[in-house]
């Protein structure tokens, strides 16, 4: 996971020179993210591994194999996908959200 413990900036730094590589010297870069967001903006392909106990993969264009079902079965967790300007994230639902609670009031 090259971009692990790093903020933003500099995860956006590492995820740019590793698409400049690409594109400019056509080389294959693999690597290996839970960062689902860093996914769909760098990512050619991606491969979503089951949840566990589950062997079953799916691999492919990332708008295609990121799904909130696939997200959700694989971390546990609900999200919700946001698109805006042909941009797609996804952010988690945790349990206050779940419930239109605001812990913070």
């Not at 790093?6 to 400019?24: E, G, N, P, R, S």
Request: glycine content about 4%.
């Amino acid at each position: 996971e090259p971009t692990n413990y790093l903020d933003l900036k500099h995860q956006v730094a590492v995820y740019d020179l590793l698409k400049t590589i690409q594109m400019d010297q056509g080389k294959t870069i693999i690597t290996i993210t839970h960062d689902i967001n860093m996914a769909m903006q760098y990512c050619d392909k991606a491969l979503l591994l089951g949840p566990e106990n589950d062997s079953r993969a799916v691999i492919g264009p990332p708008q295609d194999v990121l799904t909130c079902e696939r997200i959700e079965a694989v971390f546990g967790v609900p999200v919700m996908r946001l698109t805006q300007d042909h941009r797609t994230i996804f952010t988690p639902i945790g349990q206050w959200l779940q419930h239109d609670q605001n812990p913070l009031s």
